[in-house]
């Protein structure tokens, strides 16, 4: 176990380094000039080349990569062009955390509710279609809908219509239920339908048969001894819901005015901030690849037969 | 059965991890909250019920800077024109320029303005003001290591010579009768000498100024907030103990906002206009501004350099449609390149719409199969919707045209280098002077880079504008610019289309002032009291 985890630690950094590089060139070779945006419409050559020049990028491609990389090493992923303060604070003083909460918040209400719409639609399915049926139209409708027009339609709900809800911000219990759904939703969608294909199939295998004929009571064989197999490939699905939700965070984040990272990655894309975009990019990969070695390190924990490599 | 109790544990886990990491972090604003009364010095009282709490302004983005010299976008100027003071001010009520910091002006040479300062200011670091603060301000602004965007606006200024504690003649290269109309511009607000003392060239300086209200908080890219500056010079206090900036990317959460009166203030789109003027909760208000929408032509080369091609293709774009259609009748038909409420604006009749004239003039050019490329910046929906309209209107006299978006740093970088056909820009005459509505963007010395993108050179245009920046006789300078209108509704580099009006949304809220560049002052708004 202690050889995995350490394998894996190790794959991650050519994974960062590699996005690193990708992310550099990007947002370096695509047209637009940030000190141009900075300087304004009506700035005359002379106050270019010195906006250029007060932003370090007069210097060529690769020396600019080399100071970025080599300060990274050192913990520094520069100065945010737009605000003027170290890119470090701006990720981690606030917006980090409030990110992970929402992903996290996301995550386990589209886990709960998914296990719950995917358990009772496989549940149902043989005596109750109907049910069923309506439990996956559900789930289909969460799936095809974007979340940025469900976010809207549940302010027009909760806080204009009802004045139950207040519109923005996190923080309060209040503040984090129009998001958490927004973000929820999708994600439930997935997994609920993950579920139920994945429990059907267990349910119609013979051990299951044989624990009907028995007469042990449809409880026990779903929970106790179909969902242990059932719930494997739902665990990839949720690894993988946990990185779209940090993507649709950026959404999000945006309707309900959430100052977390997907906030900062669409400001400092629209200011062409590159710093503060090389950083907040590279700390999603790293998410990701976080997330993934978590997905690993669960399905062992279901199930010990798996290898895990 | 140990498999699933591992499971409910996780989730919960999980959940108590996130509810406890959350916290609550709200402040202790007093939205509404009734504080003591503020009775202003000149004796006027007010009410009790009406007078603190704080007033949200909601914004689509965020305040980029607090430094006056090097802001660009609408947020920084609005936040800082609550705290900072410049020499002069343009009344928001009358339009009126006035002295604020200055207590006179006068043009005393053709090269020397001399201002006489208001005695006894003081900035809430406890700085005086004086002729040297003014110096050091001014100098800053003109320093080209600081590289402002606003160089431009003063870059006339040769020298700012402190006469006595409170004088200050400034010296400018040649006459030029709007500088006090430019020392109203946010990059002529004064900041602290202390504050500038301890910035580095280049860095931005701390908005120390002795405006109404003092910077109290600020969560970059979320909120900036406010609170009353106590010790503030002018003849009344602000009402509102607090102003805060909330910063919400979504347009259609923006305006549930005001509907639910989570925010009392927004400059809305013209689509909300007609929306809002259904919902009881929200006033609405239309407010002229400065700001011209305009298509402009690249008159350096090929067919758009000859003045009949231009012209047809302003006969053959209906002004009425676009205003009317595409921007919901949210604002005036433009004939020429200045809003009526720029100073002096000259009255020109503009190039009809007119197919058949249009058809003839491009006939009399010699020019055929005619295709030409449309660019606008990425993201603005109106001006795409305006090329794809051009598009349809040019192809009725035959005119190809390639509608196509760029990014706003490409789009501005390819527009100066002149790599384009037509282009839709907007331009907001900030100090109300015809000057600064035409020199920056129509002088041959402005091609390219500093403004000019019609890459126009017209040598009698040219004469006029320098005559015109440099008599302080206001009905010769009327007469220049009548003149200059005709000249440009003539040789066509531009197909004004429209004046903008701003579309203002409040609720809950009276008193919020807005000048003509549509930059809101809240130091005299009052909440309404809430009914429950």
Redesign the interface.
């Known amino acids: 176990m202690l050889y995995f985890f350490i394998k894996r630690l190790l794959q991650m950094i050519p994974v960062a380094i590699g996005v690193t590089i990708a992310v550099f060139l990007i947002l370096h070779l ?5 000190a ?13 080349e ?2 250029r020049i ?1 932003l370090g990028l007069h210097l060529p491609l690769h020396e600019q990569f080399l100071n970025y990389f080599g300060n990274l090493l050192q913990g520094d992923m520069g100065t945010s062009i ?4 170290p890119v470090v604070l ?1 990720i981690f003083e ?2 980090f ?1 409030i990110t ?2 929402l992903a ?2 996301g ?2 209400l589209s ?2 509710l998914g296990l719950i719409v995917g358990i009772l639609s496989a549940a149902t399915k043989t005596r109750y279609s109907f049910v069923e049926k309506l439990l996956m139209l559900v789930s289909l409708v969460g799936l095809s809908m974007p979340n ?1 027009w469900l976010g ?1 339609l549940l ?2 709900l909760f ?2 219509r009802l ?1 139950w809800l ?3 911000g ?3 219990w209040q503040q ?1 239920i129009m998001p958490m759904l927004t973000l929820g939703v999708t994600g439930m969608a997935a997994i609920a339908r993950m579920t139920s294909n994945s429990l059907t199939e267990v349910l119609a295998q013979d051990y299951i048969r044989t624990a009907y004929a028995k007469g042990v009571k449809s409880s026990v064989i779903i ?2 001894h179909a ?2 197999n059932g ?1 494997i490939p739902v665990v990839t699905i949720v690894g993988l819901q946990f990185g779209s939700l940090l993507g649709g965070a950026i959404i999000t984040e ?4 959430i ?1 977390g990272l997907g ?2 990655v ?2 400092a894309i ?3 901030d590159f710093p503060l975009l090389q950083g907040a990019v590279l700390v999603y990969a790293l998410v990701f690849v976080v997330v993934n070695f978590l997905v690993d390190i669960s399905y062992r ?2 199930n010990k037969r798996m290898e895990l490599n | 059965m140990k498999k699933r109790s591992m499971w409910l544990a996780l989730l919960a886990v999980a959940f108590l991890l996130f509810l406890t990491a959350c916290g609550t972090d709200e402040d202790g604003s007093s939205l509404g909250e009734v504080v003591d009364p503020t009775e202003a010095d000149n004796g006027d009282e007010v009410s009790p019920a009406m007078t603190g709490g704080e007033i949200v302004y909601v914004v689509a983005s965020d305040v980029v800077t607090l430094d006056p010299i090097r802001s660009n976008d609408s947020a920084s100027t609005d936040a800082q024109s609550q705290m900072l003071d410049g020499l002069t001010r343009f009344d928001p009520v009358t339009a009126e320029l006035l002295p604020r910091l200055a207590t006179s002006f006068e043009q005393i040479e053709p090269t020397v303005w001399e201002f006489s300062l208001r005695q006894g200011i003081y900035f809430t670091d406890g700085a005086y003001f004086d002729a040297d603060v003014v110096a050091l301000n001014l100098n800053r602004l003109l320093d080209p290591e600081e590289a402002s965007p606003a160089l431009f606006i003063v870059e006339m200024i040769t020298e700012v010579e402190v006469v006595d504690t409170y004088t200050v003649h400034i010296h400018t290269e040649f006459p030029f009768a709007p500088l006090p109309g430019h020392l109203a511009h946010r990059s002529g607000f004064m900041v602290s000498p202390n504050a500038i003392a301890a910035t580095e060239v280049g860095e931005d300086v701390e908005p120390v100024g002795t405006g109404p209200f003092i910077l109290s908080d600020r969560e970059y890219g979320n909120f900036l907030l406010m609170e009353r500056n106590d010790a503030y010079w002018g003849s009344q206090l602000a009402i509102p103990d607090y102003v805060r900036f909330i910063v919400v990317p979504e347009p259609a959460t923006r305006f549930a906002m005001v509907q639910t009166g989570e925010a009392h203030y927004l400059v809305g789109q013209p689509t909300d206009f007609a929306v809002a003027s259904d919902i009881d909760s929200i006033d609405v208000d239309l407010l002229q501004t400065t700001t011209l929408d305009y298509i402009g032509f690249n008159t350096a080369e090929g067919p758009l350099a000859n003045v009949l091609v231009r012209q047809a293709i302003t006969h053959a774009i209906d002004r009425n449609a676009i205003v009317e259609g595409l921007a919901e009748g949210v604002g005036l038909v433009a004939t020429g390149p200045l809003a009526p409420l720029v100073d002096m604006s000259p009255t020109v009749e503009g190039l009809d719409f007119d197919l058949e004239l249009a058809r003839a003039l491009l006939e009399e050019s010699g020019y055929t199969d005619i295709e030409l490329n449309f660019w606008y910046n990425e993201g603005n929906n109106f001006r795409g919707l305006v090329g794809v309209f051009v598009q349809a209107s040019l192809a009725e006299i035959g005119i190809t045209v390639n509608v196509a978006s760029l990014e706003w740093g490409a789009y501005l970088e390819a527009t100066a280098a002149g790599e384009h056909d037509m282009f839709m820009l907007g331009w907001v005459t900030t100090t109300g002077d015809p000057d600064y509505g035409l020199f920056p963007i129509l002088h041959s010395d402005q091609v390219g880079d500093p403004g000019n993108r019609f890459f126009f050179e017209n040598d009698e245009v040219d004469a006029l504008l320098a005559r015109g920046r440099q008599s302080s006789d206001r009905a010769y300078r009327m007469a220049v610019y009548q003149e200059v209108a005709e000249l440009l509704v003539y040789e066509a580099p531009m197909v004004p289309l429209r004046f903008q009006q701003a579309v203002l949304l409040s609720n809950g809220v009276d008193g919020i002032l807005t000048d003509f560049a549509n930059t809101p002052f809240f130091y005299r708004a009052t909440l309404r009291p809430t009914v429950d």
């Not at chain 1, 695509?30 to 940030?34: E, H, L, R, T």
């Open positions: 695509i047209p637009g000039d940030p141009r945006i900075m300087a304004g419409e009506a700035a005359n050559p002379e106050q270019l010195q906006m007060n737009r605000t003027g303060r701006e606030n917006r955390l992970l909460q996290i918040a995550t386990s886990i709960l940025f809207i302010i027009q806080s204009v004045d207040p519109i923005i996190w923080g309060t984090m929970f106790r969902l242990k719930l945006s309707i309900f005015a100052n906030r900062l669409v400001d629209r200011a062409q924990l279901i």
